[in-house]
């Protein structure tokens, strides 16, 4: 099937397995010597597939977490799978990292390094889907008749033709930030275009957030503090307490989007990405962990007031993880990544960091990985798992061959040793590029929206 054709999903898609890849960051990866290579398609039906990206997320929080009982879905996970560091790429910046999960090919490959499009270009737009030079997960799956969603993930405007569904990562951004006024949906922002209304009422307004979810993450609040929260409307780039209002909104909206669309359309594969987590990191980590911050004098009031912010976040999107795998039933196959860790940077604005983006972070941080499911060997230890496995791994789930210029490898210590047997990963020599799928055409942007993000993405750091 080209890609580009639209048809619903088979409905067998809708029972999945449970695979968990839970992704930040490191550096270097292993390569696996390719084996021989086999058919591009597995005429056998593939397991659905629930990808669930969590941008920034450290076993350095999580562990704790767990083990105080403040995730329990995450720690159901852990119990039944397979657990691992996942080593990144640097420097940590996410539209490369997350483009690099998606293709399994490095940046020199695919073609995005940054946030401000391709470096020795005169642009003012950030990166787009037009600038990626490869083909990625969905464009793959698409082609092999497999039906895919895809929501809020780093480089996916303007959307692809797909078989399935594209919600860009600019939906939200462009309701939230630049846009705000402007109801109105604009091109490329979702596949088919004509979803763009159905799913519009879904994306929440930073106004929209209630008095009972700002004290669900911060309880000391008094009442005219949520309602000046709540009402205020001077969006500060890189104030906390905006920038919480503004992810926590963005976030709920990708889970609600996600969630319809897995009850009305289900398909093979479903992905998606939140982004809270690394925000509130960048800003926040000084309020949770003072002590690492020996030059500056952290106020101990608002430590108190503000410490927990980010495990509560943590709890938040645990409570969505449970909700998107009880919509996805009780055989899902789940991977939940983020691109890379986090740790404290000793440094004020940016008190939270990864790699040599914000002075003092640690370079390049673990990220987390966890599998579980039929296929998962309970217990099992991935010790070298890198960011370029993930989208063989994931192929192999789909009974599909990872390519030869695929640096990566498919993570074989992961799984049951009887279901690997049985299902040995294949090689092809390459799924080309992205031109082969669709035609030329030159780089384009959304001026108000990348104006916007670019600022944001500046006053969080990422940008000088």
């Not at 009982?69 to 990292?97: D, F, K, N, Q």
């Not at 793959?140 to 919600?167: C, F, H, K, M, Q």
């Not at 004509?194 to 879904?202: I, N, T």
């Not at 993930?390 to 789930?397: E, K, N």
Request: hydrophobic share 40%; glycine share 10%.
């Amino acid at each position: 099937m080209r890609r580009g054709c639209r048809a619903a999903a088979p409905a067998a898609a809708v029972r999945t397995t449970c695979l968990v890849l839970f992704l930040a960051a490191c550096t270097g990866g292993p390569v696996e010597p390719p084996p021989a290579a086999g058919p591009a398609v597995d005429p056998a039906p593939a397991r659905p597939v629930l990808v669930v990206g969590i941008d920034g997320a450290t076993f350095d929080l999580v562990d704790p977490l767990v083990a105080a009982g403040r995730l329990p879905v995450i720690a159901g996970l852990l119990e039944r799978g397979a657990r691992g560091p996942l080593a990144t790429i640097e420097p940590t910046v996410s539209p490369a990292i997350w483009t690099t999960v998606a293709t399994g090919r490095m940046p020199e490959a695919h073609g995005i390094r940054g946030f401000e499009g391709v470096p020795g270009q005169t642009m003012t737009t950030l990166p787009t889907t037009e600038m990626r030079r490869v083909p990625a997960f969905w464009n793959i799956l698409s082609d092999a008749g497999r039906g895919v969603t895809l929501v809020s993930w780093w480089v996916t405007w303007p959307a692809e033709p797909v078989l399935g569904t594209v919600v860009s990562d600019r939906f939200t951004y462009t309701r939230m930030e630049a846009a705000i006024a402007d109801e109105a949906p604009k091109p490329g922002e979702v596949h088919p275009e004509e979803l763009g209304a159905e799913l519009r009422p879904l994306v929440r307004r930073p106004g929209a957030i209630t008095a009972e979810q700002v004290r669900r993450f911060l309880p000391s609040f008094a009442d005219d503090e949520i309602e000046r929260l709540i009402r205020g409307t001077d969006y500060r780039h890189g104030d906390s307490l905006p920038e919480f209002k503004y992810v926590h909104q963005a976030d709920r909206s990708t889970a609600d989007i996600a969630l319809h669309l897995m009850r009305t359309r289900p398909a093979s594969v479903t992905a998606l990405g939140f982004y809270g987590v690394d925000v509130l990191s960048h800003l926040t980590w000084h309020f949770m962990q003072p002590e690492r911050f020996p030059r500056h004098t952290i106020d101990p009031g608002e430590a108190l007031e503000f410490g927990e912010l980010i495990p509560r976040y943590y709890e938040f999107l645990d409570g969505i993880l449970g909700e998107l795998l009880q919509a996805a039933g009780p055989d899902v196959t789940l991977l939940l990544f983020s691109d890379h860790g986090f740790g404290p940077t000793g440094n004020l604005p940016w008190s939270g960091g990864h790699g040599a983006i914000t002075r003092g972070a640690p370079d390049a941080p673990d990220g987390i990985l966890v599998l579980a499911g039929p296929e998962i060997q309970p217990g099992a230890r991935l010790d070298r798992a890198h960011v370029l496995d993930l989208t063989p791994t994931l192929l192999h789930l789909q009974g599909l061959p990872a390519a030869d210029d695929m640096p990566g490898r498919v993570l074989r210590e992961a799984f049951d040793p009887a279901w690997l047997a049985a299902n040995p990963p294949r090689r092809i020599p390459s799924y080309g590029t992205v031109a082969t799928g669709r035609p030329a055409v030159e780089p384009r942007g959304d001026p108000a929206v990348d104006r916007a993000t670019i600022e944001r993405l500046r006053a969080l750091g990422y940008l000088r």
